[in-house]
């Protein structure tokens, strides 16, 4: 198997996964989900560590104190998606192979 193909593979996953977390989050957040309901509380937990290097950079926005706004989260899953462009980017980089020259 190329292993070219199995690491953008694995990283496109992993992206996937942190950026559905976050998604949820966002929108579990925004219609003011129970933060008590397990479902909700493991998301919350999940979803904080990745949220933790951007929390604050923006203000929560709270609407009827329910609705939670977090712009954090949009930024978050924004520089996660150029982080992801960018390694995939480098990772293309380094794995394409280059042509050889042949001497005449």
Known sequence: MNIKYLT???LN???VLVESFLAIRFILKL???NAANGFVNWVYEMSGSLLEPFREV???Q???NTFVL???TIFAMVVYSIAA???MSF???ITTPTPVKSKK
Do not use: R
């Open 91 to 93: 990772l293309d980089i």
């Open 31 to 33: 219609f003011g989900a």
């Open 13 to 15: 996953a992993f992206f």
């Open 70 to 72: 977090e712009f954090s």
């Open 62 to 64: 709270v609407f009827h």
């Open 8 to 10: 953008s593979n694995l």
């Open 85 to 87: 462009l960018l390694i």
């Open 58 to 60: 923006f203000p929560t």
